[in-house]
C-alpha cells in the first residue's frame, strides 16, 4: 500500500424498510475508488458503518456485495469483529474467500464487562491469526472496544500478521509516539483519524482511515502534502475544526449521511432510533459546506455520475 493514504468506510445505505439499499451503495463504492481516491476500502469495519444493525447472515451479503463492488480496483480490509473469536474466525474465513486483501480486527472488551488483559488481547489476536494467513488491521476504538495503552498497543503491533493500525483516540502525544515506535520502528503501518491527519503524515504516519465525504477533502490534503504545498495542506485541513465536530451531537454517521445528501449521493438516515440531522441544523450544514473550499467540486462530481 503507497502511504500516506486513505482508507475509507463506505457508509451503509438503509431502505424504508431498513434493508441494505445496494443499488445506492455500489454508487458510494464508485464515489469512494475514483473521486477520494481511497488507497484501501473498509467493508463492515467500523461503527459509523452502522453494520453492528444487521443480523449475522446480513453482514455477510454486506461484505459480499461491497467486495463485488470495488471489484478488485483497490485492495479491501473486512472487519471481522465478533465477541465470539470463533464466529470472528468464521467471517475471516468467509472474507478470504471473497478474495479480501486483509482483515480489521476491534480489539474486544470482555463481553461479561470489564478490560481485557494484554494477554487476553493478544490471545485474542493470535487465535484469528493461527486460522487465516491474511494481514490484520489492529483497530482501536475505546468504547465498543477496549481500551489499550501505547505500551500494549506496541506489544500488539509487533503480532506478526499485524500489518496496520488504525487508532481513534486524537491525541496527539499518543499518536506521535506511536507512530515513532509502531511506523519508523518497522512494525505497522499507523492510521489516525480525520482530525490528526495532516499532524499523523507530517510526522511519518501512514494516512487515515474516514468515511466519505470528508475523505474527498482528506484526498486533497494528502495530495497538497505529497507536493510540498504545506500552506494549502493546512488550509484544506482546517476545514475539519468545524466539520463534522460541528454537528457531532447527532453522532458521526447521521453527520456525514446529512453531509452526503447535501452533496448529492443520499445514503438514507441513520438506523432507527437515532435522528438524523434535520431542520435548522441541517441547513446550517448546507451552508456551511457551500462555504469550504472543495464543496462545488465535490457536488459537481457527484451530479456527473448521477447523471452518467
Given at each position: 500500500m503507497i502511504?500516506?493514504g486513505?482508507?475509507v ?6 431502505k424504508e424498510?431498513?434493508?441494505?439499499d ?6 458510494e463504492?464508485?464515489y469512494?475508488?475514483e473521486?477520494?481516491?481511497a488507497?484501501?476500502?473498509s467493508?463492515?469495519g ?10 449475522y447472515?446480513?453482514?455477510?451479503e454486506l461484505?459480499?456485495?461491497t467486495?463485488?463492488?470495488v471489484?478488485d ?5 473486512v472487519g471481522?469483529s465478533h465477541?465470539n ?14 478474495g479480501a486483501h486483509?482483515?480489521q480486527?476491534l480489539a474486544?472488551?470482555?463481553p461479561?464487562?470489564?478490560q481485557?488483559?494484554?494477554g487476553?488481547?493478544v490471545t485474542?489476536?493470535e487465535?484469528?491469526a493461527s ?6 488491521m ?7 472496544g477496549?481500551e ?6 506496541l ?9 496496520y ?10 499518536v506521535a509516539?506511536?507512530?515513532?515506535e509502531i511506523q519508523?520502528?518497522?512494525h ?7 482530525q490528526?491527519?495532516?499532524?499523523s503524515?507530517v510526522?511519518g504516519g501512514?494516512?487515515?482511515?474516514m ?6 477533502i ?6 497538497a502534502?505529497?507536493?510540498?504545498d504545506?500552506?494549502?495542506a ?8 468545524l466539520f463534522?465536530?460541528r454537528w457531532m451531537?447527532?453522532?458521526?454517521a447521521p ?12 445514503l438514507?438516515k441513520?438506523?432507527?432510533p437515532?435522528?438524523a440531522?434535520e431542520?435548522?441544523d441541517?441547513e446550517a450544514m448546507r451552508t ?5 473550499y472543495?464543496?462545488e467540486e465535490?457536488?459537481?462530481n457527484?451530479?456527473r455520475k448521477r447523471?452518467a
Amino acid at each position: 500500500m503507497i502511504t500516506p493514504g486513505l482508507v475509507v468506510p463506505p457508509l451503509t445505505p438503509f431502505k424504508e424498510d431498513l434493508s441494505v439499499d445496494y443499488d445506492t451503495l455500489r454508487r458510494e463504492v464508485d464515489y469512494i475508488v475514483e473521486d477520494c481516491e481511497a488507497a484501501m476500502v473498509s467493508v463492515a469495519g467500523v461503527e459509523t458503518t452502522e453494520y453492528h444493525f444487521l443480523t449475522y447472515d446480513e453482514r455477510l451479503e454486506l461484505i459480499r456485495n461491497t467486495i463485488e463492488f470495488v471489484d478488485d480496483r483497490v485492495p479491501v480490509v473486512v472487519g471481522v469483529s465478533h465477541p465470539n473469536v470463533y464466529k470472528a474466525i468464521e467471517i475471516s474465513h468467509y472474507a478470504e474467500g471473497l478474495g479480501a486483501h486483509g482483515l480489521q480486527v476491534l480489539a474486544p472488551l470482555r463481553p461479561f464487562g470489564g478490560q481485557p488483559t494484554l494477554g487476553e488481547l493478544v490471545t485474542y489476536f493470535e487465535t484469528i491469526a493461527s486460522e487465516t494467513s491474511n494481514p490484520m488491521m489492529l483497530y482501536l476504538n475505546p468504547g465498543p472496544g477496549a481500551e489499550v495503552n501505547p505500551a500494549w498497543t506496541l506489544e500488539l503491533a509487533k503480532l506478526d500478521q499485524v500489518s496496520y493500525v488504525k487508532e481513534s483516540s486524537r491525541d496527539l502525544a499518543r499518536v506521535a509516539r506511536l507512530i515513532e515506535e509502531i511506523q519508523h520502528g518497522g512494525h505497522a503501518q499507523y492510521f489516525t483519524t480525520v482530525q490528526m491527519l495532516l499532524g499523523s503524515i507530517v510526522l511519518g504516519g501512514a494516512g487515515a482511515t474516514m468515511p466519505p465525504p470528508v475523505a474527498y477533502i482528506a484526498n486533497a490534503v494528502i495530495k497538497a502534502f505529497k507536493a510540498g504545498d504545506i500552506a494549502e495542506a493546512g488550509r484544506l485541513q482546517r476545514q475539519f475544526g468545524l466539520f463534522p465536530a460541528r454537528w457531532m451531537g447527532y453522532g458521526l454517521a447521521p453527520a456525514l449521511k446529512a453531509s452526503m445528501e447535501i452533496i448529492g449521493l443520499s445514503l438514507g438516515k441513520p438506523y432507527p432510533p437515532f435522528k438524523a440531522v434535520e431542520g435548522a441544523d441541517l441547513e446550517a450544514m448546507r451552508t456551511y459546506l457551500k462555504t469550504t473550499y472543495l464543496f462545488e467540486e465535490i457536488h459537481q462530481n457527484v451530479i456527473r455520475k448521477r447523471a452518467a
